[in-house]
């Protein structure tokens, strides 16, 4: 799992990446109680606004690390938005992006890294 | 370095688990550790703390007779001051000249003086604006040494029983002083500002750590910042100046014609005689052009301030509050649309993102008030 500055993780599964917010993201950005989430087959490039989370207090946009396609979404969220809250690197997963070369995560921070980020 | 200031009780707040944030000039917890939703829902359940002692309290002395000073006031707001009986509290309206509100407060009657609170962000204006009405009849302090608090939800009034039990025969916006061992001088209101029963308790600051940490320590009662703060009043149908009402809002459209009593009203004993009477007697008799009205947008996409309200694709008003109601487990939000529109079960559309999303009118409040009348 590798993460950016923005408190993204991404996670190589098969040919695809899945993305999601970290633990720290989700604690700061308080409970969730909507996720608006992009349609599948939408292209994305990196910095592209692609899901909006709204919290009881704000809303945030959640920036896509990637260029790619997006090929599946988080249905479950939209029902319980609640799974970013309660398991953010696991069941509170965004979407999955089909990219040209997996590769372009290794650009991202480690979890060493990352955690000496938030540290 | 910020410029902000520190609440009294501010190293209590962080000790708490409180994420500080500036708000009116002041570092203020926007949450503990429980978080928004949790500490919403403990109110409405049990009994939560807020610190409120950013807002404004002033004491209001009669130089002379009670009477002059109650008319005074009487001309810089359309409450009704002078028949207010001793142990009671109000709520009141400062306007402009144009009929616009320059901030909500409340007054108690205590006898010897009125006990103003005011919000925050207006403390200084609304501390000139008294200054230039009532320094002729009226001593004019405003009190610098005391914090505010607020316990509120079903289990506030077991909790400050257990402190100053005289509470416990309080109705809603009673007022008592009370003079407690430990903490000294309490001015209790049974009131407060998140649709629950509950108190508003002026503390010395000297007295205010020990008073919050003896609440704290009961089983029934957390803490809660900010978010929740506005959640609830927003839940309960409450109006956040700055937001939904300022300098352009009327009264009337505000849906506050209830603060203005008969006296003050066309045919009362003291009709008019306050800033913008033209403007809110002929809205009073004639209605207003537009109102504020509760918004239910459907789905979970919350519907925060600044959202534009359409009607058939043309503009017609705006979100002013808006956000998640933790306890009626939807979006809820308030803002204005023209009187024609403003009918309960009229259906619009909320501009998010782009998006035009279904919102119904409903019928304030979103929780029910639980006012121990």
């Known amino acids: 799992m590798r993460f950016t500055e923005e408190h993204e993780w991404l996670r190589v599964d098969g040919d695809l990446i899945v993305v999601g917010i970290t633990e720290h993201a989700a604690t700061q950005l308080g409970d969730i109680v909507f996720v608006e989430l992009p349609e599948i087959e939408t292209q994305v490039a990196k910095d592209d606004e692609v899901v909006v989370i709204e919290s009881v207090k704000a809303a945030s946009d959640i920036l896509a690390p990637v260029d790619g396609e997006i090929v599946e979404v988080n249905e479950a969220l939209s029902d319980n938005p609640a799974l970013v809250n309660d398991d953010p690197l696991g069941e509170g997963w965004f979407f999955k992006v089909k990219v040209d070369d997996l590769s372009v995560v290794d650009e991202y921070m480690t979890e060493d890294e990352y955690q000496e980020l938030i540290g | ?373």
């Open chain 2, 1 to 373: 370095m910020s410029n902000t200031k520190q609440l009294p009780l501010d190293a209590l707040h962080k000790e708490l688990g409180g994420r500080m944030v500036p708000f009116a000039g002041y570092d203020m917890p926007v949450q503990y550790a429980a978080g928004v939703m949790a500490e919403h829902l403990h109110c409405r359940a049990h009994a939560g703390l807020f610190d409120v002692s950013h807002m404004g309290q002033v004491r209001l002395v009669p130089k002379g007779g009670a009477e002059a000073t109650a008319l005074a006031f009487e001309a810089l707001m359309p409450a009704a001051v002078l028949g207010l009986p001793e142990g009671r509290q109000r709520y009141g309206l400062f306007t402009n000249d144009t009929g616009g509100i320059l901030d909500d407060l409340m007054f108690a009657n205590r006898g010897h003086d009125l006990f103003v609170v005011v919000n925050a962000a207006c403390k200084t204006a609304d501390l000139a604006l008294m200054q230039a009405g009532l320094s002729d009849t009226t001593e004019v302090i405003a009190i610098t040494d005391r914090c505010l608090l607020a316990l509120q939800g079903p289990e506030a009034e077991a909790a400050l029983a257990r402190l100053v039990p005289q509470v416990a025969d309080m109705r809603f916006m009673d007022v008592i002083e009370a003079d407690h061992p430990e903490f000294g001088s309490l001015w209790i209101s049974r009131s407060g500002y998140t649709g629950e029963d509950g108190f508003e308790m002026s503390v010395s600051d000297a007295g205010a750590e020990g008073f919050a940490r003896a609440l704290l320590a009961m089983e029934e009662v957390l803490p809660i910042g900010l978010g929740a703060r506005d959640s609830l009043r927003l839940e309960a149908g409450l109006c956040l100046y700055g937001h939904d009402i300022d300098e352009t809002t009327s009264p009337v459209e505000a849906g506050l014609a209830w603060s203005i009593q008969k006296a003050r009203r066309a045919g009362g004993d003291r009709a008019g005689g306050f800033p913008g009477a033209d403007r809110i007697l002929s809205e009073l008799a004639n209605g207003a052009a537009r109102a504020r009205v509760a918004l239910r947008p459907e789905g979970r996409a919350p519907m925060r301030e600044g959202t534009v309200l359409l009607a058939q694709g043309a503009e017609v008003g705006q979100v002013t509050s808006g956000g998640f109601g933790p306890s009626v487990g939807a979006p809820v939000a308030m803002g204005y649309v023209p009187a024609p529109l403003a009918d309960p079960g009229t259906e619009l559309a909320g501009r998010v993102r782009g998006k035009d999303l279904p919102v119904t009118i409903t019928t304030f409040p979103f929780h029910p008030h639980s006012f121990k009348r």
